[in-house]
């Protein structure tokens, strides 16, 4: 038997504890849960002889030592700030991790000690970052091993609502931390390449500068552009690729009524609102319009956006009941982004039936013999209801793929790693297809990064 | 002789040494005046025998606590953040001390030890902070003898340029340290008060919800709210104030044009921009806007602010040579605030002969015997050229008078402190009149806040 331990058992780890379960008898796994809370987990193995929950805080060194120096390998499903206590007592216990979280300075700085241990640290192997490396990566090799050379490398990631499940005007609902999604964009300019040149997106123009794209069977798509484009520009040995350019996607429309928020205000994060506990919606409104004893504030909003009277965004706005003056904000000394998530969840929040979809895109423009082509690669996933989402399929069947390969001793290399190898990428991509998560490729004219031939 | 001993002889010292030199004599004064560089302190003093500058290094304790032993009072006219030192040193020697900037945390600090000794720390004693605190105090007191009640209180100031020298399209140049005037209003929205209600304004609509007025004589003048509108609501007394509002005062039409560095993101003083050494003025521009193969600066730039082929604010770019390929940024590593600030000097620098002007504007509004009542009141003063500028004037002088009337045993409260009792207010808003520095004040209708009866 060999044995994983898993720590943390939140809305991802579904389709995670699923895969190892499913595995058990013929790869001879015995799996063990642990959480502050083992409840879902308890759900989630139910009667199943290879696995076993336990109650396990992660601040509490004794038994989290205990546990990892039971394993055969660990995988951490916490936030990523808890990681790195977790991954220390992997190097004292030698036991190799992986994660779905960024790497962090901490964890980075662990490289030489993972390294003389002979152990491997997979981080960042989920979805968004995950299966965007993988995917990205394969294509890149293949073009290179051909002799081409990359001069774009666009990509696109969205977490929405599936198709049957899109009931609203703003096509969306919160299928992951509403919080991020409020603040996404802030804390500095949007930096990427165009063409050789370096651009810059403050971000109160961020989602007016969002791009346009189809993907086939699923209509038409928006992005606008993550801060980090050129994060992984070494990473993936693309130091003289000329277009560069990562991006988050929406339905056609989101972004330019989600400006209203930016504009007014709301989804400042950084400071409290006076008396937030006593405000209805429209008080919250009213507090970003100009003071008059009779306008309304429907009106003030109106002037104050230029929003013309037959624009829809009008009516999105309406749909969240954000004019209404008698819902309460009901949250004490609340940001204008806390009050904010609030009403949105109201509205945007998953119903029981609802399905998640994960949908992500990737645009190659390469040079290879003098000539060149472009190569667009799309993947939608839709989950099967609120346990089984898309996003915990995507997120955790590569994880779970990931610490399977280890244990088998398919990846070799050891050290603090994100998954950009072909050793890592070639086996969990096509197992990934297995389970319906695969990449469609199209050959399309290489035009060149330019707006207006999206 | 009583000694008194100045630190810092920058561009605000000018009005400040002429005043102690001109009473030296009938005063029994001796002045001595302390500064890493002296050449400005020995032009500023000429052969006055009264007088001497000495170098002193603020960071060398000794010769700081030596000069300091030796007056009979201090005045620091360095940066905010190096006062702390000159004020422990001030406690250990039983000095009292004056300074035109605001009260730190840790001069607020110092607060029992200063009253412990009897002394004096007089802070925000200049233009603004200073003069306004006094001319608003003077009023409100005034008011409230009379058994009236503030209902609302406005106040705006602005650092200007004089009518004579006002000859490019911002009517604007720099008379105070450039990059607060181009970082100015960032760090969080703006707070205030509007006829009882909390209004915000984030830095993206600040200049945008700005205010006009006329001062007789001036013409038309515009606000636009600072970050900190109710910063001194409980020093006035005005908690139960249902309007206040502070802000800064521009030229009409400066706010609106000044807008569009803000949405392009070129007021960002967070991030350095690439190659920033080699970029041209256009390429500055072009890094904010999408590319295009072919597209000009200029028409991407008024399709992404959609300013018209007619509008003013497009000559006010042309004017600053904004989109020229010639002229180089030439700065490392700069952030876009800084890159921004370097275009702007080379318009906005104050020529030898250019006079400036400080401008403010105060409006009382009250409840007496059952009615309302508003007393507005207007300040203008006028530099004389690049040595005596306004701003040395009423920064100067307000200080300089405070440090005398200290020494006279005139002002008897000790502790550290603003200028809000009319035992510091009375004696010296009588004397800045002597200087030409005066309110005029006029009873207009109380209207309460109403932006269209400005």
Same mark, same amino acid.
Request: glycine letters at 6%; a neutral charge.
């Given at each position: 038997m060999?044995?994983i331990l898993?720590?943390?058992?939140g809305?991802?780890?579904s389709?995670?504890?699923?895969?190892?379960?499913?595995?058990?008898?013929?790869?001879k796994l015995?799996?063990?849960?642990g959480?502050i809370?083992?409840?879902?987990?308890k759900?989630?193995?139910?009667?199943?002889?290879?696995?076993q929950?336990?109650?396990?805080?992660v601040?509490?060194q004794?038994?989290r030592s205990?546990?990892?120096?039971?394993?055969?390998i660990?995988?951490?499903?916490l936030?990523?700030?808890?990681?790195?206590? &977790?991954?220390?007592?992997?190097?004292?216990?030698k036991?190799s991790?992986?994660?779905?979280?960024?790497?962090?300075?901490?964890?980075?700085?662990l490289?030489?000690d993972?390294?003389?241990?002979?152990l491997?640290?997979?981080?960042e192997?989920?979805?968004?970052p995950?299966?965007?490396?993988?995917?990205?990566?394969q294509v890149?090799?293949?073009?290179?091993?051909?002799g081409?050379?990359?001069?774009?490398?666009?990509?696109?990631?969205?977490?929405?609502?599936?198709?049957?499940?899109?009931n609203?005007?703003?096509?969306?609902k919160f299928?992951?931390n509403?919080?991020?999604?409020?603040?996404?964009?802030?804390?500095?300019?949007?930096?990427?390449?165009h063409?050789g040149k370096?651009?810059?997106i403050?971000?109160?123009?961020?989602f007016?500068?969002?791009e346009f794209?189809?993907?086939e069977?699923?209509?038409?798509f928006?992005?606008?552009?993550?801060?980090?484009?050129?994060?992984y520009?070494?990473?993936?040995?693309?130091?003289?690729?000329? $277009?560069?350019y990562?991006g988050?996607?929406?339905?056609?429309?989101?972004?330019?009524?989600?400006?209203?928020?930016?504009?007014?205000?709301m989804?400042?994060?950084?400071?409290?609102?006076?008396?937030?506990?006593n405000?209805?919606?429209?008080?919250?409104?009213n507090?970003?319009?100009p003071?008059?004893?009779?306008?309304?504030?429907?009106?003030?909003?109106r002037?104050?956006l230029?929003?013309?009277?037959?624009?829809?965004?009008w009516?999105?706005?309406?749909e969240l009941?954000?004019?209404?003056?008698t819902k309460?904000?009901?949250?004490k000394?609340a940001?204008?982004?806390?009050?904010l998530?609030?009403?949105l969840?109201?509205t945007w929040t998953?119903?029981?039936?609802d399905k998640d979809?994960?949908?992500?895109?990737h645009?190659?423009?390469?040079?290879?013999?003098?000539?060149t082509?472009q190569?667009?690669a799309t993947m939608v996933t839709?989950?099967?209801?609120? $346990?089984? $989402?898309?996003?915990?399929?995507? &997120?955790?069947l590569p994880?779970?793929?990931a610490?399977?390969?280890?244990?088998?001793g398919k990846?070799k290399?050891?050290g603090?790693?994100?998954p950009?190898?072909?050793?890592?990428?070639e086996?969990?991509l096509?197992?990934l297809?297995?389970?319906?998560?695969s990449f469609?490729?199209?050959k399309?004219?290489?035009l060149?990064y330019?707006?207006?031939?999206?």
């Amino acid at each position: 038997m060999r044995k994983i331990l898993v720590i943390g058992s939140g809305k991802s780890s579904s389709y995670l504890i699923k895969y190892f379960l499913d595995k058990a008898e013929f790869e001879k796994l015995h799996l063990t849960i642990g959480d502050i809370n083992i409840e879902n987990a308890k759900q989630l193995i139910g009667n199943h002889k290879n696995a076993q929950a336990i109650v396990l805080d992660v601040f509490d060194q004794q038994s989290r030592s205990n546990a990892i120096k039971e394993a055969d390998i660990v995988v951490s499903m916490l936030p990523a700030r808890f990681h790195i206590e &977790v991954a220390k007592d992997c190097i004292t216990y030698k036991k190799s991790m992986v994660t779905a979280s960024y790497v962090s300075p901490e964890m980075k700085a662990l490289d030489n000690d993972v390294k003389a241990n002979g152990l491997i640290f997979m981080n960042e192997i989920g979805v968004d970052p995950g299966i965007d490396h993988m995917s990205a990566m394969q294509v890149i090799d293949r073009i290179r091993d051909k002799g081409g050379k990359i001069i774009l490398f666009e990509s696109f990631t969205g977490g929405l609502v599936a198709p049957e499940s899109d009931n609203n005007l703003w096509n969306y609902k919160f299928t992951w931390n509403p919080r991020n999604v409020v603040v996404a964009g802030q804390g500095g300019a949007a930096k990427f390449l165009h063409e050789g040149k370096y651009k810059y997106i403050p971000y109160n123009r961020l989602f007016r500068r969002t791009e346009f794209f189809e993907i086939e069977g699923y209509g038409r798509f928006e992005a606008y552009a993550n801060r980090d484009s050129l994060k992984y520009q070494w990473a993936y040995g693309l130091d003289k690729t000329k $277009t560069l350019y990562r991006g988050t996607m929406r339905r056609v429309g989101f972004s330019r009524a989600w400006n209203m928020f930016v504009q007014l205000g709301m989804t400042d994060d950084s400071y409290t609102i006076d008396d937030s506990e006593n405000m209805s919606y429209r008080d919250f409104v009213n507090a970003f319009l100009p003071y008059n004893p009779t306008d309304t504030v429907e009106l003030k909003l109106r002037h104050c956006l230029k929003i013309d009277q037959d624009d829809i965004v009008w009516a999105k706005l309406e749909e969240l009941d954000i004019f209404s003056s008698t819902k309460k904000v009901a949250l004490k000394k609340a940001t204008p982004a806390q009050i904010l998530r609030k009403i949105l969840m109201d509205t945007w929040t998953l119903k029981h039936e609802d399905k998640d979809m994960i949908v992500m895109y990737h645009k190659f423009g390469y040079e290879l013999n003098g000539k060149t082509h472009q190569i667009d690669a799309t993947m939608v996933t839709i989950g099967e209801n609120q $346990t089984y $989402t898309a996003m915990a399929k995507t &997120v955790g069947l590569p994880v779970a793929m990931a610490t399977l390969t280890i244990l088998n001793g398919k990846i070799k290399t050891s050290g603090v790693q994100i998954p950009i190898t072909k050793e890592v990428y070639e086996p969990i991509l096509k197992e990934l297809g297995e389970y319906d998560i695969s990449f469609v490729e199209k050959k399309v004219p290489y035009l060149g990064y330019n707006v207006f031939n999206n």
